[in-house]
């Protein structure tokens, strides 16, 4: 093995700029423009100036709608911490969707208490959008916050979330999502990370260019109108990424709140998480390219040209990123040979050094996340997000092309897929 490095090493000192450039292309064409843009958030970054909840409160009135299956050990938590923000809520709103755990009965000892303000069990589960939908229409707040049930938030994330719909032409704020569980696991640790590049600083940098194109289902803010006005949430899945290309169709601006945090699980085992992005992906497929495939077409009604960068943006770095991996290491070992395994090291070393420099810039805009504890975990969140995590990908992708399979996708329910088909 260190006579592979030690050639390899050599090998690499032997070569020109032009030489390095063409060895590595993946790394430059498919990582160093997304760090780019990171880096550029994390200088440009202003944390904005706090409005007075008094003031705040002319914006109308807020609700909090949460949906929920199976939910009666997290429910309490979060509605307790709801209450206790700088910007309390005017009401809250839940809808058990089909729970066959005490959540339903739990909801009831809640509003016995004031805790909840209405509150709904279906007898039958008709999938997340649905129950939002079901609440929204329960609630009568100006401003509708989508909260999961399994989340905490900082005292402030409400006030936070809330404040940029001061400007009239927001229809939505995504807030800042961070992992609460990340010591429970690597994978759970090695998701932390990822969330705090991905969504505080990567969310930030998409807001500095008005690219925002999916407020998290786990914690988001609607301006009532401007939802409505969309029609709700798809029954599908992928409803976050689905209404905010909507409303951004719409004319709505997408903004991100990156202090307005929220904690959230994530699973903490390499099964759960390639199910649950499984999911994410072949929605995120369906809904940018069959769905709202018409963006792309400059001769459609309310054609925009500002939304092609999003769907390009994720198309190139997101699909086409995953498929040439398999295709770059081929061609490393059929044109390189043994010197492959090398300039294979040589490139994830470079891609750990830009990941460090990243975390630590993305930590230190959100010392929320503690990251002191999760800087050890860093070399192998490197090599678990830019390997793993797109071959997770990759594979989500086929899955989609050739069979369609977010259409069976168990997290909506069979009957919701058949209407919909």
């Known amino acids: 093995m260190m006579a592979v490095l030690a050639d390899g090493l050599d090998f690499l000192k032997a070569q020109s700029f032009g030489s390095i450039v063409s060895l590595f292309w993946f790394v430059l064409i498919f990582d160093v423009p997304r760090y780019t843009l990171s880096f550029a958030a994390a200088v440009l970054r202003r944390r904005p100036v706090d409005m007075a909840p008094e003031r705040l409160r002319s914006l109308g009135r807020i609700s909090v709608v949460i949906a929920g299956n199976n939910e009666a050990d997290v429910i309490e938590a979060c509605v307790r911490g709801l209450w206790e923000q700088t910007l309390p809520p005017d009401e809250i709103v839940v809808v058990s969707d089909g729970s066959t755990d ?6 009831r000892d809640l509003k016995r208490e004031g805790l909840i303000q209405r509150a709904h069990g279906t007898a039958l589960r008709a999938g997340k959008a649905a129950a939002i939908n079901l609440a929204e229409r329960l609630c009568s707040g100006d401003i509708v916050v989508n909260v999961d049930c399994d989340c905490l938030f900082d005292r402030h994330a409400l ?21 609460s569980n990340h010591s429970k696991s690597l994978v759970a640790g090695f998701q932390a990370i990822e969330y705090l590049i991905s969504i505080s600083l990567g969310k930030a940098a998409l807001d500095l260019v008005g690219q925002v194109s999916c407020a998290s289902g786990a914690f988001s803010a609607f301006r009532r109108s401007a939802l409505r006005a969309v029609g709700g ?6 409803e976050d990424l689905d209404v905010t290309l909507r409303l951004r169709r719409a004319g709505w601006a997408t903004t991100f709140a990156a202090d307005a945090i929220c904690y959230t699980a994530v699973p903490d085992t390499l099964s759960t998480l390639t199910h649950q992005r499984f999911r994410w992906e072949r929605d995120a497929v369906r809904l940018r390219y069959r769905k709202h495939s018409d963006v792309l077409n400059p001769f459609a009604a309310g054609f925009r040209p500002v939304e092609l960068v999003h769907q390009f ?41 830009v990941d460090t420099v990243v975390f630590l810039m993305a930590a230190h805009a959100t010392p929320q996340a503690n990251g002191l504890a999760l ?3 860093v ?6 997000n830019g390997v793993v995590m797109r071959m997770i990908r990759l594979a989500a992708y086929l899955q989609e092309w050739v069979v369609d399979a977010s259409y069976f996708d168990p997290y909506v329910p069979d009957k919701v897929h058949k209407v919909r088909e």
């Open 379 to 384: 070399p192998g969140y490197s090599l678990f």
């Open 102 to 107: 005490a959540m339903t009965a739990r909801l």
């Open 159 to 179: 006030q936070r979330i809330v404040q940029p719909f001061a400007d009239p032409g927001v229809g939505t704020v995504c807030g800042n999502i961070l992992v």
């Open 233 to 238: 949430l798809d029954a599908g899945g992928g």
């Open 375 to 377: 800087m050890p975990l």
């Open 313 to 353: 943006e994720f198309l190139f770095f997101n699909v086409i990123g995953a498929a040439a991996l398999p295709f770059y290491v081929v061609w490393l070992f059929a044109t390189y040979g043994d010197l492959a395994p090398a300039i294979l090291l040589a490139a994830q070393a470079g891609l750990f050094v």
